[in-house]
């Protein structure tokens, strides 16, 4: 992993991926401009880790370009993946909301750049707006739910 310059290309790309983000659309034009600044930009190689199932959730991704699998451990050893995440898709939003511990595991299927929003960074929106924290925590539990499904079959 290493930490890129966000170009204002990227930052425009980013701004647009953000209004398409369920998980952020219950939240104001200053809200997102503030989430905006808190986001940093880094670049993954094929097959490195971005987090691994169990570990505390402590940041919140937007794929901007390359591919994420996502892998639930199955017994010791074995792990299933359930998605391939592209650009535009997120992963990791009930970090922002409760911190929870990881319900599965992000590896790169190919080199990645990911925008990264560090849960203590996004902290403010849920202190500002309860109502919009809410809502966030909806859409993460209805995530949560489909994602546990998927894992089932």
């Not at 639930?72 to 995440?85: H, M």
């Not at 924290?133 to 994602?147: D, G, K, L, N, V």
Request: glycine share 6%; proline share 4%.
């Amino acid at each position: 992993m290493e930490k890129r310059e966000i170009s204002a290309p990227d930052l425009g790309r980013l701004a647009r991926m953000l209004r398409k983000v369920e998980f952020f659309t219950p939240l104001t034009i200053r809200q997102l401009e503030r989430v905006l600044s808190g986001i940093m930009l880094y670049s993954y190689e094929k097959g490195e880790t971005v987090f691994r199932q169990g570990q505390t959730g402590d940041a919140f991704y937007i794929i901007h370009e390359g591919s994420v699998d996502i892998r639930l451990r199955r017994w010791l050893v074995l792990s299933k993946t359930v998605a391939t995440l592209k650009p535009g898709d997120f992963m990791g939003e009930i970090a922002l909301i409760s911190g929870e511990p990881r319900n599965a595991t992000a590896v790169c299927a190919e080199p990645a750049l990911l925008f990264t929003l560090i849960a203590d960074d996004f902290r403010f929106v849920l202190y500002e707006s309860p109502a919009a924290a809410e809502e966030m925590r909806q859409i993460a539990a209805r995530r949560t739910f489909a994602s546990s499904h998927q894992a089932s079959s």
